[in-house]
């Protein structure tokens, strides 16, 4: 029931988007979001159902400390 | 594709899982639970069962949806779509869990009117289709999906959608997580919590249980990287001996959690005590539909009689869902019991622990 990857907005017509999932397309309604996402925008989508917009700026911030932990690692690895 | 490529980057995660492997961990041994069955998929896809050090287990929980739904429940679900008149329409994951004497794939089979749905909307629209029949969603899942399906109920009392009913099955994870915590010799280290029923309830609603139980708690992505990088945080915390939430998925999941989908499922739903296979009834653990929205309940519209359900004797899926054992060790394993004639439950799902095994161990 879960689909793990995010979906990217492609179209959006009231409170109903068509999102691209890996290529496929499908419908997700967007009723449950707290605040209404953009066409372009990728969102989690369970059941049907967009439940987050998934925030670039987190997702940048997660990433940055996730090469910084490889790179400490990396560092400690070193003989 | 975004926000999927960079977090599956080899090199990355092979520094980070050097890390994990070279760590001093004494003559300790963590035992980690990763709670959500899509999670417990992906650590078998990337095979890091095998690549971690032996000092640290992946003990798989309970958040399998169909997995816990307990064997009364489905007898319900066979029972009501028996009944003259009457649609069910499920989830596709529970069309072959056996109940006492059958599942809804051989009633299906036999006749009777089921319909997998993808959404809860799609029910509706089955409603609509066929105003002269009884059409009942069975809402099982998580706090992920017991909004979703809310929107529909408040969608069918707008557009006075009057042959439309819901089962709640629904079921609560922080509650059956502390359950877990308080069984006896339940020796858990820390706690992989789900990615996306966090996305509803926000990375705070585990605070209680870092409160009570001093266990760490992170929230995580589904992502090579992201399983990696949770491992990492909560390695850090049991060997500095600290317990906190963090949040390592926070792309996708807030601190509060999004306020609409709560506000929703608090509007339908209110938690009640609530049946789970392998753990019994757990207070507060469920979500009964609230008098206000009676008239969509199918447990109030129908005389659902009380059934006397009995699980497959040899199937161990209760201590499965609980951690205390691996599918291996289950006798019926990959024998009688294989996806293609499930005994129990947990085989059925592609989220399902005994189904994972089977798909990447066969042998084990
Ligand atoms: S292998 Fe089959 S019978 Fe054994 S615990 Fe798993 S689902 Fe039940």
Redesign the pocket.
Known sequence: MCLAIPAEIIEIEEEMAVVSVGGALRKASLMLLPEPPKEGDYVIVHAGFALHTVDPAEAEESLRLLRELASAAEDENLP | MKYLHEYRDSGLARSLLKALQKRDYGDRSLRLMEICGTHTVAMFRLGLRQLLPPSVQLISGPGCPVCVTAVDDVDRALWLAQQPGVIVTTFGDLMRVPGSCSSLAQEKSRGGAVRMVYASFDALQVARDNPHKEVVFLGIGFETTAPTVAAAMLQASREGIENFSVVSMHKLLPPAMKALLDGKGMDLHGFICPGHVSTVIGAAAYEEIVLQHAIPCVVTGFETLDLLQGLHLLVDQVLEGKARVINQYSRAVSWEGNPAAQKLLGRVFEPADAPWRGLGVIPGSGLKIRKEWQFLDAASRFAIPRMESRE?E???????LRGA?T??Q?????K???PET???????SSE????A??QYHPED
Do not use: D
């Open positions: 497959h040899g199937c161990r899926c209760g201590e499965v054992m599918p291996p289950c006798g019926l394993f990959g009688a019991c294989n499930p005994v129990g439950p947990c085989m059925v399902g622990t005994c189904g095994y089977h």
